[in-house]
């Protein structure tokens, strides 16, 4: 069974740090991870999303990059903004069911 | 882009009695619908999978019997929480996929989710 672990549970920096949310995963026969955020009491934001074959993935101040064989990922995030703090999942996908951990939660200070 | 929306998004109600929650595809299709369940601080738990016409597949340790999904047409699943227990207090998020997706996470799209609260 899949299970994937988020590290830290939560963080709080002061804005404009660079900072680096990490995954691991137990079984490296996945298809696909993907970073989700999700603010308090609402739903998910797809952030960005690595096939299993691709290293890495960037989308603006955002770059998640994959070690399918080591089981882990790591999300980077530049120059960090108030806007960012939200609870930041991971999900690792078998062919159509997806498994997250339980998020870290990150708060950027102004 | 793809848009999933859950109604209510807000439920409160008495130990006892059953709570029906919607989720629509609003601008597609969608062959598949997965429900979610997520408790404080924890993970998204996969509760079902439906598929359009057929029956729910449910995860191991989710009642069927209590937790009734409804995928009747291509826009629309339905899940009703029978006879909610305050144990059952959670955030419930849907998402669907399309046809051709097969159901792979990048198809998936999510809906903004229901906070459940039984008193």
């Known amino acids: 069974k899949q299970e994937v672990t988020q590290i830290p549970a939560a963080l709080s920096v002061p804005e404009g740090e660079n900072l680096v949310l990490n995954c691991s995963f137990t079984d490296s026969a996945i298809y696909n991870l993907q970073w989700f955020r999700q603010d308090p009491g609402k739903g998910l934001t797809s952030l960005l999303l690595?096939?299993?074959?691709?290293r890495e993935q960037t989308s603006g101040r955002l770059n998640a990059s994959l070690d399918k064989s080591s089981g882990r990922s790591t999300l980077y995030i530049a120059a960090s903004q108030p806007g960012d703090s939200a609870t930041y999942l991971c999900?690792?996908?078998?062919?159509?069911?997806?498994?997250f951990g339980k998020g870290t939660m990150l708060l950027v200070s102004p | 882009g793809a848009v999933v929306s859950q109604h209510p998004s807000w439920v409160i109600c008495k130990s006892g009695t059953s709570v029906k929650i919607e989720c629509r595809s609003l601008d597609f299709q969608a062959t598949t619908m997965f429900w979610y369940r997520q408790f404080p601080k924890q993970s998204l738990m996969l509760m079902a999978t439906?598929?359009?016409?057929?029956?729910?597949?449910?995860e191991q340790g989710v009642e069927k019997d209590k937790f009734l999904i409804n995928h009747a047409s291509l826009t629309l699943s339905t899940l009703t929480v029978t006879s909610a227990h305050p144990e059952d207090s959670s955030f419930y998020i849907c998402?669907?996929?399309?046809?051709?997706?097969?159901?792979?996470?990048?198809?998936?799209?999510f809906g903004p989710g229901t906070r459940l609260l039984v008193l």
């Open positions: 690595i096939q299993s074959s691709q």
């Open positions: 439906s598929n359009e016409g057929s029956k729910a597949t449910y």
């Open positions: 999900a690792v996908s078998g062919y159509s069911t997806l498994t």
């Open positions: 998402s669907a996929s399309p046809p051709g997706g097969r159901g792979w996470v990048e198809t998936q799209y």
